[in-house]
């Protein structure tokens, strides 16, 4: 089993910056595709970055430019620089892990792509 824990999330004014992070626990393995979600009541859970064990990442258009995914295999720890944040990157921020295969394809943004996710953590962005 693995478990993930965010942190990092808070309030923050448009324009403003903030560093999430995701340790992970348990039987990791350094080759699983992560990914970072979001989710607002009501929708989807958005996936918004990707990374694989070697470092390539992908972004949605609706953060790139903007996010940085990374990660520290050695720690097993996953972060995302936020910056530029607009107000409707408000939401529920959750770190994910799943096979390494899903970052190479269109699942990479898929919830039902990743097998295990943390509790999440909140970040609200004021105008």
């Known amino acids: 089993q693995v478990q993930l824990a965010e942190s990092g999330g808070g309030s923050v004014q448009a324009g403003g910056s903030l560093r999430l992070s995701c340790q992970a626990s348990g039987s990791m393995d350094s080759r699983n595709c992560m990914a970072w979600f979001r989710q607002v009541p009501g929708k989807e859970r958005e996936g918004i970055a990707s990374?694989?064990?070697?470092?390539?990442?992908n972004y949605t258009d609706s953060v790139k430019g903007r996010f940085t995914i990374s990660r520290d295999n050695a720690k097993n720890s996953l972060f995302l620089q936020m910056n530029s944040l607009k107000p409707e990157d408000s939401a529920m921020y959750y770190c994910a892990a799943g096979h390494f295969v899903v970052c190479s394809n269109f699942a990479r943004f898929l919830a039902r792509g990743y097998n295990y996710w943390g509790q999440g953590t909140q970040v609200t962005v004021s105008s």
């Open positions: 990374i694989a064990a070697d470092g390539s990442a």
